[in-house]
């Protein structure tokens, strides 16, 4: 079932100047389109490769390249609560982030949703300068950080990727940013663009700055909700387990600039065990029966795309276990359906 949700919203601005008058829910922004752009579907390569549970693996070098960022960083320092809630947060944001490419035709209402989660986060760093979660620059970061993560997941738990199927890769990325109505400018024109722009946020952009930090420092994580039967002393050292894991796993994704603006080295062998455990991922979730390694969101837009559910039916929400605390669930800034 098509929505059009086009009719009732005029064409608004996203710049990060002028963001509140961005109109709440509207998926259509000055820049970005005039009306609704066909979604991806289960015939992209984007399907296939975002929404695995293998991505979770990826979950802190997400988290730690977006806020590398200046203005994402201070955005996330001066207005966020992800870390009072890290897990919850994480799972709970996987569902409308994946929605926006596996909802169909009702992919740009949630797109314009997860934009307006933004309206308002502006304020000046520590440094004097200015940030606005908003700016397209920033807003086109945080995505190129998704559209990165689906190549690596592809490249590393994935089995590999032509060039050919990068280059089909950018294509649907920049379709999937379409879902957000935001201004299309800091899009690079071609693949080739894409890995300069990279290259050079890696390079010349990139901070090392104390929310890039806080990310990689698991040591302070909560409890998830559901685990508050675990021992104190036994969900610390989870909490060790993890940080060694994941420290594996993610500085081995970072590009060699990143490592070193974060302090980190890495050796060969480090390499080679990192490619080898991403191989045995690999092995492991092609022998699983294919539903299992999805996402819900996920998992929903197959069963709609092949007949098991209704086109329209309605979207999976995460579950009540991974809503923000009571305090926050009527802000217009958290994804907190009712549930």
Known sequence: MTQDTSAACPATSASGADEAVVAAGCPVTSGGYDAPPAPLGPDSLTWKYFGQWTGMLQGPWAGSMQNMHPQLGAAVQHHSIFFLERMPRLFRSVYPIGGVVFDGDRAPKTGAQV??????????????????????????????????STLLAAEWVGGGLTEAQKRQLFD???????????????????????????????????????????????????????????????????????????NFTTVGLFDPPVRELMGYTWSPRQERLHRLFGQAVYRITKVL?????????????????HGRL??????????????????????????????
Not at 125 to 137: E, I, K, T
Not at 189 to 216: I, P, T
Not at 314 to 337: G, I, Q
């Open 115 to 148: 934009r307006d989660y933004h309206i308002g986060i502006k304020g000046v760093d520590d440094q004097g300068r200015r940030y606005s979660a908003l700016n397209p620059d920033v807003f086109y970061w945080a995505h190129a950080t998704f559209f990165k």
């Open 172 to 246: 649907e990325h920049v379709t999937w940013y379409r879902m957000y109505g935001m201004s299309m400018r800091p899009v690079p024109k071609s693949w080739e663009e894409f890995c300069q722009y990279w290259d050079h946020m890696c390079h010349n952009v990139l901070e090392n700055n104390w929310a890039a930090r806080e990310v990689l420092d698991l040591s302070s994580m909560p409890k998830h909700p559901s685990l508050e039967w675990m021992p104190g002393w036994l969900w610390r050292l989870n909490v060790m387990a993890m940080q060694r894991f994941f």
């Open 289 to 305: 029966p294919t539903r299992m390694t999805m996402h819900p969101r996920k998992r929903s837009a197959w069963d709609r795309a």
């Open 310 to 339: 209704p086109v329209d039916a309605p979207l999976v929400e995460t579950p009540a276990r991974n809503l923000p605390p009571v305090a926050y669930r009527d802000d217009p800034h958290y994804y907190s359906p009712k549930v």
